[in-house]
């Protein structure tokens, strides 16, 4: 077995163990994951609008460059 897999079975075991030893009732602890999971969705759907929003305007800057007939090299730059 590979680095990743060891690791995924000791994350899954980690997990397992906390869950059963969690200090809060079933559904509490339940609630809790599903809060927290909800929140970093919204925290990854945030990111990936900024990110696409980036890309837009990098878009949008690299065609008005080239409708000015800038150099490839110069447009290149542009997402250095």
């Known amino acids: 077995m590979n680095k990743s897999t060891y690791y995924l079975v000791g994350f899954g075991c980690g997990s397992l163990?906390?869950?059963?030893f969690a200090?809060?009732?079933?559904?509490?602890?339940?609630?809790?994951?599903v809060k927290a999971g909800k929140?970093?969705?919204r925290?990854?759907?945030a990111k990936i609008a900024s990110a696409a929003?980036?890309?837009a305007?990098?878009?949008?800057?690299a065609i008005r460059a080239i409708k000015r007939g800038t150099p490839?090299?110069?447009v290149?730059?542009?997402f250095q």
């Open 53 to 55: 929003d980036t890309i």
């Open 76 to 78: 290149r730059a542009l």
């Open 23 to 33: 200090p809060k009732p079933g559904a509490a602890t339940r609630a809790g994951i």
């Open 72 to 74: 490839v090299k110069r």
């Open 43 to 45: 925290m990854v759907e």
């Open 17 to 20: 163990a906390g869950l059963l």
């Open 39 to 41: 929140k970093r969705r």
């Open 57 to 61: 305007d990098y878009k949008i800057g």
